[in-house]
Structure formats: structure tokens, C-alpha cells
């Protein structure tokens, strides 16, 4: 009986202190939801003369040659909006594949996501294929998501073509 008594004893000590310490691990507090947000690939392609390469009023542009994106095996054209269903977030990231716009500068871009910030990404590669008969550019991206005193923390790691670089990536043909 007080073998029984001291594993029980024992055992109790184990658990509370578990939970104490389940209680230290950090996440976000009891109660309190956090949206995390998605983050997306951008990317600006110009010349050397700085002209943007994505505007359609560009004369050189590249906007209409039927762009592509190669991640995971499978290949996105350009405005060819991909939604995979059967997601449900409260901040719902909608995978979009690859697609252009405007942004408030004047200037166009490339969007290639959106992911889940609150996610882990090993490095991914993603080709794009200018379909115009330059060579393909290679972008590697890596995302990491972690929690520090309670608040939730992220940062996306981008190369172009082996080389660290700073989002939107920008690219000159």
C-alpha cells in the first residue's frame, strides 16, 4: 500500500507539474483570438531603363505573353484564378495562384498565394515561365510562424535565382 500511495504521490507531482508548465508554453492567451494574416509572393518586373514590364500600356510589356508559375509540380497562368474549396479560416487564406494588379503607386505586380501566415513553409521553389522565350527566374521563399510573449510573430524569407532578396521581388529583363 505505500508503494501504491508514493507512485500516486508521484504521479500526481508529474502531472502538476505538466500543467504548470503547459500553462507557461507560450500560444496566445486564454481567451484571446488572434487573426493572423496571409502573405502573398509579389513580385515587379521592369527593364534596365526602369519602364514597368506588367503595365499593358508599356511598349515592351510582357503582361499578355501568358505568364506561368510552376510550384508543387503544378503550373498557374496568370489571371487564371485558383480557389481550392473546402477552406475555412477567420482569416481566410484563398490560394489564388498566379494573377497581376495594380497597386496604389501605378505600378504592377504579380501575386502568387495567398498562404497561411499562421503556417510553417519549408523553402519552396517556385519557377515563373516569362513564355516568351527568356530564361526562367526561380523564386525560393521560406515562412516561419512563432509565438513570443503571447503575440504571434512571422517572417518570409525570399531568394531570386540563389540570391536573398527583399520583397516584392523585383526582377529586370
Not at 78 to 90: E, L, N, T, W
Not at 99 to 109: H, K, L
Request: charged share 25%; with cysteine.
Amino acid at each position: 500500500m505505500k508503494k501504491f500511495l508514493g507512485v500516486l504521490f508521484l504521479a500526481s507531482g508529474l502531472l502538476s507539474f505538466t500543467a504548470c508548465s503547459g500553462e507557461e508554453s507560450d500560444g496566445p492567451e486564454p481567451d484571446v483570438i488572434w487573426d493572423i494574416a496571409p502573405f502573398v509572393i509579389h513580385i515587379t518586373v521592369s527593364d534596365k531603363d526602369g519602364n514597368d514590364l506588367l503595365n499593358p500600356e508599356t511598349s515592351q510589356s510582357i503582361a499578355d505573353n501568358g505568364i506561368k508559375a510552376i510550384w508543387t509540380g503544378r503550373t498557374f497562368e496568370k489571371d487564371s484564378i485558383f480557389v481550392p474549396d473546402g477552406q475555412s479560416r477567420a482569416v481566410l487564406a484563398v490560394f489564388r495562384g498566379l494573377y497581376a494588379n495594380q497597386w496604389p503607386d501605378g505600378r504592377y505586380r504579380l501575386s502568387f498565394g495567398e498562404f497561411a501566415g499562421d503556417r510553417n513553409y519549408d523553402p519552396q521553389e517556385l519557377v515563373i515561365d516569362w513564355n516568351d522565350g527568356t530564361p526562367n527566374d526561380t523564386i525560393v521563399f521560406s515562412h516561419s510562424f512563432w509565438w513570443e510573449n503571447h503575440e504571434p510573430n512571422q517572417k518570409t524569407i525570399v531568394y531570386l535565382n540563389g540570391k536573398e532578396t527583399d520583397s516584392p521581388v523585383h526582377i529586370v529583363k
